[in-house]
């Protein structure tokens, strides 16, 4: 079965996602996600210069030999730009052999290991209050596992809260540059022991909460944070420090026994390699997109499972439902499967874009037996919604230091 053709196609429902399209002579197509937020048309030129041209005519059932082909074959190895556009290859390809085996994409991994994929919502508000009404909320709505995120008193921007942005989908600050943000780590570790504190005055501990520092500390400060919060038992603090420095976990993991979760920026398994053989942590958020496709991400599981460590795929709004679509399939087979980021099924503007069959029930979502990935892209829908330049905020401290955002 020969590759025919691969379109790429980039648009703008609400926020900027690249899709693409594999063809074959067998009329069989696939979609993959090439999305990545603030970078998008540095993976369309990727793919469209140097991805493509060399796809043309090959068997589009050669999944592994084409993802190793375009991770060594091309000697400049890993980068976020190129493993994103391998990425939505390898995912489309899987959806192709997905829909000529008739088997939903689970079954070509080895069949589910669950009836259902347990989710965390993202929980987060201006003040403390209002975190605790949302939560409130999501419990009622019967989530059985919340990211909580506060705006800090004082603080220009907080990640993780929507400031007037009404929804995910808003592009950043509605301009073509940068947004800043302020930061205080001061201000911060002052703070947030407090909102986890009344969620379990509140609601108990039956709740699972998870906390995103967003890579803003130092591994010391961090240590200080996972001791602070060690009587709220979280799931995970996620992203404490920056991945570039495994050894800074160590120190993390040396002061407290709170569960630290890690990768969503990780764009090769190798990546991750040092902070699982190490146990420096216990939850692996790569994403299909970002990590290179759903064949790494199948040995990134196999080797996680090894140390004890569970997938939670990043599932943020800027990861299109093809990629949360091929999430649904990895975790419905992963043994080590831990939890899955949600943060809805988005907005009547991508839902006119993107279809797939999901449902949520009890915090868990559940999917239609379809054959490959069970997610269509409407090209005509796509072309009223054009591509809008948008970036991630940037952060800088009180002295106007660059800090990590
Ligand atoms: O593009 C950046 C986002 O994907 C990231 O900020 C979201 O940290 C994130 C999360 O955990 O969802
Ligand atoms: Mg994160």
Redesign the pocket.
């Known amino acids: 079965m020969k590759i025919t053709d691969i379109k790429v196609f980039v648009c703008c429902p609400g926020r900027n996602f690249v899709t693409i399209k594999i063809m074959t002579d067998e009329g069989v197509y696939g979609l993959g996600d090439a999305t990545l ?2 970078r998008e048309l540095a993976v369309v030129s990727y793919l469209e210069e140097h991805v493509i041209p060399c796809l043309i005519g090959k068997d589009a059932h050669q999944i592994e030999d084409i993802w190793q082909y375009l991770v060594k074959g091309a000697y400049w190895q890993n980068g976020a730009v190129s493993m994103a556009a391998i990425g939505a290859i390898d995912v489309a390809l899987w959806d192709i052999k997905g829909k000529v085996a008739g088997l939903p994409v689970y079954q070509l991994l080895g069949g589910k290991s669950r009836k259902a994929v347990t989710v965390y919502a993202h929980v987060n508000g201006e003040t403390i209050d209002d975190v605790l009404n949302n939560l409130e909320k999501a419990i009622n709505e019967g989530y059985k596992v919340v ?1 909580l995120q506060c705006t800090i008193p004082g603080a220009k921007g907080t ?2 809260t929507l400031g007037d942005k009404k929804n995910y989908y808003e592009l950043q600050g509605n301009r073509p540059l940068p947004p800043e943000h302020g930061w205080s780590t001061t201000k911060y570790l002052n703070f947030i022991p407090e909102l986890f504190k009344r969620a379990r005055e509140k609601f108990g501990y039956d709740i699972e909460l998870c906390h ?1 520092v ?1 890579s803003r500390l130092t591994p010391i400060e961090a240590a200080q944070l996972g001791k602070l919060l060690e009587p709220y038992r979280l799931k995970f603090i ?2 404490a420090v920056t991945y570039d420095n495994p050894e800074g976990y160590k120190i993390i993991r040396e002061h407290t026994t709170s569960p630290l979760a890690l990768g ?1 920026k990780f764009n090769t398994i190798w990546d991750a390699k040092p902070l699982i053989e190490n146990q420096y942590i216990d939850f692996v ?1 790569t994403a299909a997109t970002h990590g290179g496709g759903i064949t790494p991400m199948k040995k990134l599981a196999d080797f996680a499972s090894l140390y004890h460590v569970r997938m939670a795929p ?6 299109s439902p093809i990629c949360f679509m091929a999430h649904m399939h990895l975790d419905l087979w992963a043994p080590n499967f831990g939890v899955q ?1 949600f ?1 809805g099924f988005g907005t009547p503007e991508l839902n006119e874009v993107f279809s797939f069959k999901a449902k949520l029930k009890d915090g868990d979502i559940y999917i239609e037996d379809i054959s490959g990935l069970g997610v269509e892209f409407n090209e005509e829908a796509a072309k009223k919604y054009p591509y809008k330049r948008s970036y ?1 905020p940037v952060t800088r401290l009180d002295d106007g230091t660059l800090w990590n955002w």
């Open positions: 937020n603030g990211r990640y993780g995103d967003h996620e992203d969503e958020r990043h599932g943020a709004p800027d990861l980021e943060i991630l």
